[in-house]
T-cell receptor, first 111, second 116 residues
Framework: SQKIEQNSEALNIQEGKTATLTCNYTNYSPAYLQWYRQDPGRGPVFLLLIRENEKEKRKERLKVTFDTTLKQSLFHITASQPADSATYLC??????????FGTGTQLKVEL | EAGVVQSPRYKIIEKKQPVAFWCNPISGHNTLYWYLQNLGQGPELLIR????????DSQLPKDRFSAERLKGVDSTLKIQPAELGDSAVYLC??????????????FGEGSRLTVL
């Protein structure tokens, strides 16, 4: 069966360090993958989209990689700040143009 | 530009009662989604509309859930009767893409339902 896995445990890092979040998937051949940020009590907010023929995408302090051989995407936040603390969701576009979300990883950036 | 608007933000009802959620998407967005999100989980698709047509409702529990999108703009999601397990956040999202490329989804703040 299709599965999207993100670390269920919260990731705690110090301010200024690089945060790396992982999204692994099985039994998918996604045309593209998206990352969203979600704050408590709010709806998800789109961050980045990366296509299957792209290896890497950057936006300011954010970087996403997409390895279709490993079936994995890595999401990096460089020079992390306490304001980056949130839950980060990956989402895969599978068959029928359906976007399926992972369970999300909670990031806490400490002073 | 106004974002996706949902109401009510919070709703508490007793089991077996009906409930309805309303969504106004971003102007011009032809695709509208209803997602359900349980605590600690990612959003799960209930139904997707392209204009007024429901193109994917395979995950919608049709025995108690119904949805409509009048004139391809606003949408209403109804639960009747509600069960305890329906307690969750109901998210509405819209996008301006159609077909193969879903593109960026714009989400509303969600409607949190508590069934007692």
């Amino acid at each position: 069966s299709q599965k999207i896995e993100q670390n269920s445990e919260a990731l705690n890092i110090q301010e200024g360090k690089t945060a790396t979040l992982t999204c692994n998937y099985t039994n998918y051949s996604p045309a593209y993958l998206q990352w969203y940020r979600q704050d408590p009590g709010r709806g998800p907010v789109f961050l980045l989209l990366i296509r299957e023929n792209e290896k890497e995408k950057r936006k300011e302090r954010l970087k996403v990689t997409f390895d279709t051989t490993l079936k994995q995407s890595l999401f990096h936040i460089t020079a992390s700040q306490p304001a980056d603390s949130a839950t980060y969701l990956c989402a895969l576009a599978g068959g029928g143009n359906k976007l399926t979300f992972g369970t999300g990883t909670q990031l806490k950036v400490e002073l | 530009e106004a974002g996706v608007v949902q109401s009510p933000r919070y709703k508490i009802i007793e089991k077996k009662q009906p409930v309805a959620f309303w969504c106004n998407p971003i102007s011009g967005h032809n695709t509208l989604y209803w997602y359900l999100q349980n605590l600690g989980q990612g959003p799960e698709l209930l139904i997707r509309y392209e204009n007024e047509e429901a193109v994917d409702d395979s995950q919608l529990p049709k025995d108690r859930f119904s949805a409509e999108r009048l004139k391809g703009v606003d949408s209403t999601l109804k639960i009747q009767p509600a069960e305890l397990g329906d307690s969750a956040v109901y998210l509405c999202a819209s996008s301006s893409h159609r077909g193969r490329d879903t593109g960026e989804l714009f989400f509303g703040e969600g409607s949190r339902l508590t069934v007692l």
